[in-house]
C-alpha cells in the first residue's frame, strides 16, 4: 500500500479501501483526496478515526495549552511498568514504545494526548472536540494557534467545550492554579472534577526527588512544570487503580519524551538542553525550570520563532517577559519562513520590542547564531536551545557535543545522593 517513493499516488486509492484518513495539513486540491471523493470512500480525519477504533474502551484524554505531551507520555510509562495493556497516540517519540500510536483489539483502555488545533480540512472542529474521554486532564490555557483562534475568549471556549464532551460521570482533573480552569470546572456539572498543583519536592546536587511521606524518590527530569505534570499522572493513575507505591516506583525511571528538556550533552560544568518550547507559557517554564536546577549557572537560551502565531507580529507582545529566566537571550527567525506562511514580514526591531528583555538579540541568521554560540565561554554555564523547528536543520546534538568538549553524555538523575533514597 505504501509508495516507494515520496508523492502522492492516486491510482493506488480504489473501491476496495475500506476508508481514507486524512490529516490535517492535506489540501483541498490534493489529488488522493480527490480520488478518494470520486470513488465516495468513507474519509475520517485522524481524530475521528482514533475515536472509532476505541469507542468501546475507557478513554483517556490529556489536554492543555502545555504539557499535554509529557503527561501522556508519563501515564503511558507508569502504564507499561506496571504490565497494563492500552491503546496510545502521543506527540512524541517516548522511550520504551516503536511508535507513536498504538491501536489493538485486545485492550480495553485507551490514552490519547488531546490538541486543540482543528481536525482536519474537512472537518474544523479541535481534535480532543472528538474523543468523549472517561477521564481526562487540562494543564493550563495559555493563547495559541491564532490563525484559527483568533481571539482569546475563542481559544478558551474550545477547552470549555472539551470538558463539556466527557462522558457523563467522568472526571476532569484541572491545574488548580489556572484561573481559567477553575471558571471552566466549575461550570461542568455532569462530571467529577478535581484540581492539583505542584508535587511536593526537594533538589539536591541538581537532582530533583519527589518528597511522599518520608520518601525521597528520584527523578531524571525537574522543574515546576514536570512536577505539575507528575500530579496530573499521578491524578490519572491512580483513577485507573494504580497505587503510589507502584506509580512512584515506576516514575523514577521516566526520562523524558523527546525534545522535552532533552540532555544533548554535558560536562562537569556545562548542560546543553534542547526543548520544544516555542509559545510564551513553554518558555517561561522551560527556562525557569533550567535556572532554578542549576542556580549557580549562567543561563543562554536561544529561541527559534518558528509557529504561525509566534511569527505574527501582532502576537509578539504576548512573549513579554517569557525569557527573563536567561542570563543571555537570543532569538532567531527565518525570514523564509514568515513568507511561506503568507504572513506580514516582521522585524528584528519588533521581535525586539515585543520580548521587551533587556540585551536580548535577535538575528535573522542561523550560521551567525550558532558561529556566536561557539565563540562564548561555557565555563558554568548552560545552554538552552528552544524550538519547534531545527533552526534551518541545524545538527544540534553534534553542536552541542562540540560546546561541551564531547564528553561522555550524562544521563538526568544518574547522582544520587544516598543510595537507599526513593523505592
Not at 516507494?4 to 476496495?16: M, S
Request: overall charge negative; glycine content about 6%.
Amino acid at each position: 500500500m505504501l509508495p516507494e517513493a515520496q508523492g502522492w499516488y492516486p491510482e493506488k486509492i480504489h473501491e476496495g479501501l475500506d476508508a481514507i484518513i486524512l490529516g490535517m495539513h492535506a489540501r483541498a486540491d490534493n489529488p488522493e483526496l480527490l480520488k478518494a471523493r470520486e470513488l465516495n470512500l468513507k474519509i475520517y480525519s485522524y481524530p475521528e478515526f482514533l475515536y472509532e477504533q476505541t469507542k468501546n474502551k475507557t478513554r483517556v484524554v490529556i489536554g492543555g495549552s502545555h504539557g499535554k505531551t509529557t503527561i501522556t507520555s508519563m501515564i503511558m510509562h507508569v502504564l507499561k511498568e506496571n504490565h497494563i495493556k492500552f491503546d496510545y497516540m502521543v506527540g512524541a517519540q517516548v522511550e520504551g514504545f516503536e511508535t507513536m500510536t498504538d491501536l489493538t483489539d485486545d485492550s480495553t483502555l485507551a490514552v490519547f494526548e488531546g490538541d486543540e488545533y482543528l481536525s482536519s480540512p474537512d472537518d474544523p472542529r479541535p481534535k480532543f472536540h472528538l474523543y468523549h474521554p472517561h477521564i481526562a486532564v487540562l494543564s493550563g490555557v495559555a493563547w495559541d494557534h491564532i490563525n484559527v483562534f483568533p481571539t482569546f475568549d475563542i481559544y478558551v471556549e474550545q477547552f470549555r467545550e472539551f470538558a463539556r464532551r466527557i462522558e457523563p460521570g467522568g472526571q476532569l482533573f484541572y491545574y488548580s492554579g489556572d484561573p481559567v480552569l477553575q471558571e471552566i470546572a466549575k461550570e461542568m456539572n455532569h462530571i467529577t472534577t478535581e484540581g492539583y498543583t505542584e508535587h511536593p519536592s526537594v533538589t539536591e546536587d541538581q537532582v530533583t526527588y519527589l518528597i511522599s511521606g518520608s520518601r525521597e524518590i528520584r527523578l531524571k527530569v525537574f522543574g515546576n512544570h514536570n512536577l505539575q505534570n507528575i500530579s496530573a499522572a499521578k491524578k490519572v493513575c491512580n483513577s485507573l487503580g494504580i497505587s503510589d507505591d507502584r506509580f512512584y516506583a515506576s516514575i523514577k525511571s521516566f526520562s523524558g519524551a523527546a525534545r522535552r528538556l532533552e540532555l544533548l550533552s554535558e560536562n562537569s560544568t556545562t548542560s546543553v538542553f534542547r526543548d520544544f518550547a516555542h509559545s510564551p507559557s513553554k518558555l517561561l517554564a522551560t527556562t525557569l525550570a533550567v535556572k532554578q536546577q542549576y542556580p549557580g549557572r549562567k543561563l543562554v537560551a536561544c529561541m527559534e520563532l518558528h509557529t504561525f502565531s509566534s511569527l505574527k507580529k501582532e502576537f509578539l507582545p504576548h512573549y513579554q517577559g517569557s525569557m527573563e529566566d536567561a542570563d543571555i537571550a537570543f532569538v532567531y527567525f527565518n525570514p523564509q519562513t514568515v513568507q511561506h506562511k503568507k504572513l506580514e514580514p516582521i522585524t528584528p526591531e519588533m521581535v525586539y520590542e515585543g520580548f521587551d528583555k533587556s540585551g536580548l538579540i535577535v538575528t535573522s541568521d542561523s550560521d551567525a547564531l550558532f558561529r556566536e554560540l561557539a565563540s562564548m565561554d561555557w565555563e558554568n554555564t548552560n545552554l538552552l536551545l528552544m524550538s519547534s523547528g531545527t533552526f534551518d536543520g541545524k545538527d544540534l546534538p553534534e553542536i552541542a557535543r562540540k560546546i561541551t568538549g564531547d564528553p561522555v553524555v550524562f544521563k538526568r538523575g544518574d547522582w544520587i545522593k544516598n543510595p537507599q533514597a526513593g523505592l
